[in-house]
T-cell receptor, first 115, second 114 residues
Framework: DQQVKQNSPSLSVQEGRISILNCDYT??????FLWYKKYPAEGPTFLIS?????DKNEDGRFTVFLNKSAKHLSLHIVPSQPGDSAVYFC??????????????FGKGITLSVRP | NAGVTQTPKFQVLKTGQSMTLQCAQD?????MYWYRQDPGMGLRLIYY???????DKGEVPNGYNVSRLNKREFSLRLESAAPSQTSVYFC?????????????FGQGTRLTVV
């Protein structure tokens, strides 16, 4: 049972436009959400996070939106740049100890930004 | 500041051989993790160590063992490698378990079992 879902495997956008990457989750115990970026032959690197007490967090060109009622979050990249081309993983965890405390990852979305 | 260092970066094993993947972090983190990444499967947790002296199974622990050697080092052992264990393995660490903080990843070990 996949608790973090990234249903679109890939996304292609034009340089300068907005990229919107979507993520859905099923576990209502999750209260912290993260996005990681991964280039080929490298490890994932942390990009941005959001706590469930917020509905938006912004860091430069990257903004994450959280809709708790819909169990949905999205990552917006504006403007998109060719260097943003990578695999983006959505991840979630819960504050409680035990299984929910670990980071659960989605399958990833491959973003391609066309020059 | 090296962060999380994994060795080796590449390895080819024959079915039935054993090997140990090494991981060390220099951030004084309490928690460490081993993940595997397979095409279309994302990152799946194999084992984790919430703190020095403890280890627990993740989603896909079968065929693996781990050792938290000290606070810095967390190794993953394949006792009898199988082709199904062909994957890219990532070690990660975080400051604490069970708190809202990000994990830092190593560069990965690409393992092929033939």
């Amino acid at each position: 049972d996949q608790q973090v879902k990234q249903n679109s495997p890939s996304l292609s956008v034009q340089e300068g436009r907005i990229s919107i990457l979507n993520c859905d989750y099923t576990n209502s115990m999750f209260d912290y959400f993260l996005w990681y970026k991964k280039y080929p032959a490298e490890g994932p690197t942390f990009l941005i996070s959001i706590s469930s007490i917020k509905d938006k967090n912004e860091d430069g060109r990257f903004t994450v939106f959280l809709n708790k009622s819909a169990k949905h979050l999205s990552l917006h990249i504006v403007p998109s740049q060719p260097g943003d081309s990578a695999v983006y993983f959505c991840a979630a965890s819960g504050m409680q100890t035990g299984a929910n405390s670990k980071l659960t990852f989605g399958k990833g979305i491959t973003l391609s930004v066309r020059p | 500041n090296a962060g999380v260092t994994q060795t080796p970066k590449f390895q080819v094993l024959k079915t039935g051989q054993s090997m140990t993947l090494q991981c060390a972090q220099d951030m004084n983190h309490n928690s460490m993790y081993w993940y595997r990444q397979d095409p279309g499967m994302g990152l799946r947790l194999i084992y984790y160590s919430a703190s020095e002296g403890t280890t627990d199974k993740g989603e896909v622990p079968n065929g693996y063992n781990v050792s938290r050697l000290n606070k810095r080092e967390f190794s993953l052992r394949l006792e009898s490698a199988a082709p199904s264990q062909t994957s890219v393995y990532f070690c990660a660490s975080s400051e604490y378990w069970g708190m809202n903080t990000e994990a830092f990843f190593g560069q990965g070990t690409r393992l092929t079992v033939v």
